[in-house]
């Protein structure tokens, strides 16, 4: 009858211990975190008025995504789209592309303003919420 018990390979390795990957966790969370006096958006090679791809240090999908989205919102913006180049970088490019009338440069700007507003917006909306059931709970 064959042992039930695990079989070691020459592949197999020791599982590491919590505090080992805890530590290890903090170092990438330390690495991927920027000084406040760091360029954190570049504008990539190739870059004109009405298109251009913007690089962005320590940012991912989270970002990319709904700055694509804030974006797109904009009459004056023909496309936005961002890409991660690869998983193990902690970078993330957006490409605009604009109409006539107004810049990449005006676009991303009022893409910022416009994600910024609309967390202000949820932020309030959540905190009125959490504080009317906290009081319908407190009675």
């Given at each position: 009858?064959?042992?039930?018990?695990?079989?070691?390979?020459?592949?197999?390795?020791?599982m590491?211990d919590?505090?080992?990957?805890?530590?290890?966790?903090?170092?990438?969370?330390?690495?991927?975190?920027?000084?406040?006096?760091e360029q954190?958006?570049?504008?990539?090679?190739?870059a004109?008025?009405?298109?251009?791809?913007?690089?962005?240090?320590?940012e991912?999908?989270?970002?990319?995504?709904?700055?694509?989205y804030?974006?797109?919102?904009?009459p004056?913006?023909?496309f936005?789209?961002?890409s991660?180049?690869?998983?193990?970088?902690?970078?993330?490019n957006?490409?605009?592309q604009t109409?006539?009338?107004?810049?990449?440069?005006?676009?991303?700007e009022?893409?910022?303003?416009?994600?910024?507003?609309?967390c202000?917006?949820?932020?309030?909306?959540?905190t009125?919420?959490?504080?009317?059931f906290?009081?319908k709970?407190?009675?």
């Amino acid at each position: 009858m064959p042992s039930r018990e695990p079989q070691e390979t020459a592949g197999d390795q020791p599982m590491p211990d919590a505090s080992a990957t805890e530590a290890a966790q903090e170092d990438h969370a330390h690495a991927s975190t920027l000084d406040h006096g760091e360029q954190r958006i570049r504008v990539l090679p190739g870059a004109t008025e009405a298109a251009a791809s913007f690089e962005f240090e320590g940012e991912d999908h989270t970002l990319g995504n709904a700055l694509r989205y804030i974006i797109m919102k904009n009459p004056e913006v023909e496309f936005c789209g961002y890409s991660i180049p690869h998983p193990s970088e902690a970078k993330m490019n957006v490409r605009i592309q604009t109409y006539d009338g107004t810049t990449v440069y005006d676009a991303l700007e009022k893409g910022f303003d416009d994600l910024r507003d609309l967390c202000d917006v949820v932020a309030d909306k959540f905190t009125t919420a959490r504080d009317e059931f906290a009081a319908k709970e407190s009675t």
